[in-house]
C-alpha cells in the first residue's frame, strides 16, 4: 500500500515536470518567430557615407501659454463681470469705470461747474439790476441833494463870525431859497466863507449832523424842525430810495468773483471740447458743445451787465464826492440809508414836539 503511493506521487511529479518543459518550449518559440518577423519588416540601410552628414532633428514645437486669468490680468482689462467674481461692490466698479475716462478731473469739475452756471447768472442779473435802479434812485433825488445841500449851507452858517449872520437866520434864507425846487435841485449857495468847505463826501455827513448848534441842538434836529416848517415835503427821502436798503446787500466782491467763474467755465468747456478732436462727432462732443453755446451765452451777458452796473456804482461815488480807496456798495448804501432813518427820525421827533407844543398852548389858553 505505502510503496504504490509513493509510485502515484512520483508519476504526477513527472507529469507535472513535462507540462512544465512544453510550456517553456512553446513559449521560447513563440518569443523566436516574433523576433523574426520583426526583423524582417525593418528594411535595410545602407551605411552612412563619409560625406554625408547627419540630418537635422526637428525644432521642437513651442508650447502656447496658459490663457490669462482673473487674478493674472491687468486691472484695466478686467470687466464688470469678472470684477462681480472678485465680490467688488457696485459703487467701487462705478469709480473703477469713471477712471478709464480721459482728463477725468477736468471733466467733473467743468460738470459742476456748468451745473451752477445758471445760478452764477441768476445772481449777477439780480445784483446788477438792483445796484442800477439804486445807483437812479440815489443820483436822481432832489430831495436828497437838498437836504446835502443845507448841511454844508448850516455848517457854514456856524463857522461864520458872530456878527455876521446866525445860523438860524443863514438857514431860513438857504430853505426859503429853495421852496419852489426842493425836489429837483439844490439851493444856491452862500457867500464864500472863508475857511469853511465847499462841499463834502456822502461818507462824512454824519459828522456834520452831529454838529451842535448855539441852542444846543444837532444839526440834524435843528435842520429838520427848520424844514418841517418851512418845505416837509422834502424831508420825504423814502419815497425817492426805495431800493437802497436792498442795495447795501450787494456784494461787490462776490459779483466779480461769479462773473469770473462763469469765464472760467466757457474756457474749461473750450478746452475739453478741442480735446475730444476737430471731427469730434461723439456723444460727449456733442454735449460739450451744447453747454458750451448756453455757458458762453449767459457768461457775455453776466459779464457786461457787471461792467455796465460797477460803472454806473463807480460814477455815482464819484459825484457824491468819494473818489478813494474804493466804497463798497453795503458802505455808500448803508450810509444814505442811516441818512434817511436820521431824518425820519428827526421828523418823528420834531412831529411829537410840535403837538406838545400845541396841546400845552390849548391847555394854557382854556385856563386863561
Known amino acids: ?61 513651442p508650447t502656447p501659454p496658459p490663457p490669462p486669468t482673473v487674478a493674472t490680468k491687468p486691472l484695466d482689462a478686467l470687466t464688470s463681470k469678472e470684477l462681480s467674481e472678485l465680490r467688488v461692490g457696485r459703487a467701487e466698479q462705478y469709480i473703477f469705470a469713471l477712471s478709464k475716462i480721459a482728463g477725468l478731473e477736468k471733466r467733473l469739475a ?8 445758471q445760478e452764477l447768472h ?30 454844508l449851507e448850516l455848517n457854514n452858517a456856524l463857522l461864520r463870525p458872530v456878527a455876521a449872520k446866525t445860523p438860524a437866520t443863514t438857514t431860513d434864507e438857504a430853505t426859503a431859497a429853495t421852496a419852489n425846487a426842493a425836489t429837483a435841485a439844490a439851493p444856491a449857495a452862500a457867500a464864500p466863507v472863508e475857511g469853511a468847505p465847499q462841499g463834502f ?21 435843528y435842520l429838520v424842525a427848520k424844514l418841517l416848517q418851512r418845505i416837509p415835503e422834502s424831508l420825504n427821502l423814502a419815497q425817492d430810495l426805495p431800493t437802497v436798503d436792498e442795495a447795501r446787500g450787494v456784494l461787490l466782491g462776490r459779483l466779480a468773483a461769479n462773473v469770473k467763474k462763469l469765464d472760467e467755465t466757457v474756457a474749461l468747456l473750450r478746452e475739453l471740447l478741442a480735446a475730444e478732436g476737430p471731427a469730434a462727432a461723439t456723444v460727449a462732443a456733442k454735449n460739450l458743445s451744447q453747454a458750451l453755446h448756453e455757458t458762453q451765452r449767459w457768461a457775455q451777458d453776466a459779464g457786461a451787465r457787471h461792467s455796465a452796473a460797477l460803472g454806473d456804482f463807480v460814477a455815482l461815488v464819484a459825484f ?39 396841546l400845552a398852548t390849548g391847555g394854557a389858553g382854556g385856563a386863561h
Open 320 to 358: 457824491f464826492g468819494e473818489t478813494s480807496p474804493p466804497v463798497e456798495a453795503e458802505q455808500f448804501f448803508g450810509e444814505v440809508s442811516a441818512l434817511c432813518k436820521a431824518i425820519a427820525a428827526a421828523v418823528a421827533a420834531a412831529s411829537s414836539k410840535t403837538r406838545r407844543r400845541a
Open 201 to 221: 463826501g456822502l461818507l462824512q455827513w454824519s459828522k456834520l449832523a452831529q454838529v451842535k448848534c448855539n441852542s444846543g441842538e444837532t444839526a440834524t434836529t
Open 122 to 151: 441768476s445772481y449777477v442779473v439780480a445784483s446788477t439790476e438792483t445796484l442800477q435802479t439804486a445807483v437812479g434812485e440815489v443820483r436822481g433825488s432832489g430831495r436828497l441833494r437838498f437836504i446835502l445841500r443845507s448841511f
Open 110 to 117: 467743468a460738470l459742476s461747474m456748468v451745473l451752477s452756471a
Open 1 to 61: 500500500g505505502g510503496g504504490g503511493l509513493a509510485a502515484i506521487a512520483a508519476a504526477v511529479a513527472a507529469a507535472a515536470a513535462r507540462g512544465g518543459a512544453k510550456a517553456a518550449a512553446a513559449t521560447a518559440a513563440a518569443s523566436a518567430d516574433d523576433d523574426g518577423k520583426s526583423v524582417a519588416s525593418e528594411p535595410s540601410l545602407p551605411p552612412p557615407s563619409a560625406d554625408e552628414s547627419p540630418a537635422p532633428s526637428p525644432a521642437p514645437t
